[in-house]
Structure formats: structure tokens, C-alpha cells
């Protein structure tokens, strides 16, 4: 979460600007932000939300996106336990 708000910062984008390019409302991508997963309606989505804010914001999203899935992957085995 902490490596997308950089990013968007840093090319002088609001929140509000990814919601408007992405679509994911914004109480979603402040959720991904702010690494609370458990609040987005699945690991599914929060993975989609991450990779659609990558491409959004990161040069390349590709690196930053195997990073969220190896997190995400992590998460659903901690949660299954």
C-alpha cells in the first residue's frame, strides 16, 4: 500500500484521481492504501484493486503486481488458518 501512495504522490495524483482512472470507488482503494484487505469484499478483489492501481500509478506495474500477489497469496494463507 505504502509503495502505491509513493507512487501516486509522486506523480501528483489524488485518490480521488486513481478512483476516476481505475473506477474502484475510492473507500476501496484507501482500503488497499492503507493495507486493510479485510476490508475489501475478498482477497479476489483486493488483488484486482492492487493490480488496477499498479497500472495506474507504477511505470511498471508488473514488478509492483507479482509484489501484491506474493503478499495476497501470503494473506489467504494466514486467514485460512
Known sequence: GMM???AR???GLTLS???QRTRI???HLEAVEDG???ALPSITYAMGFGRAYARAVVE???VLAATLEARGAALA???AR
Do not use: G, I, W
Request: aromatic share 4%; net charge positive.
Open 25 to 27: 470507488p475510492l473507500r
Open 36 to 38: 486493510k484487505f479485510q
Open 9 to 11: 504522490e509522486a506523480q
Open 77 to 79: 494463507t494466514s486467514s
Open 17 to 19: 484521481d486513481v478512483a
Open 60 to 62: 511498471n506495474a508488473k
Open 4 to 6: 502505491l501512495r509513493s
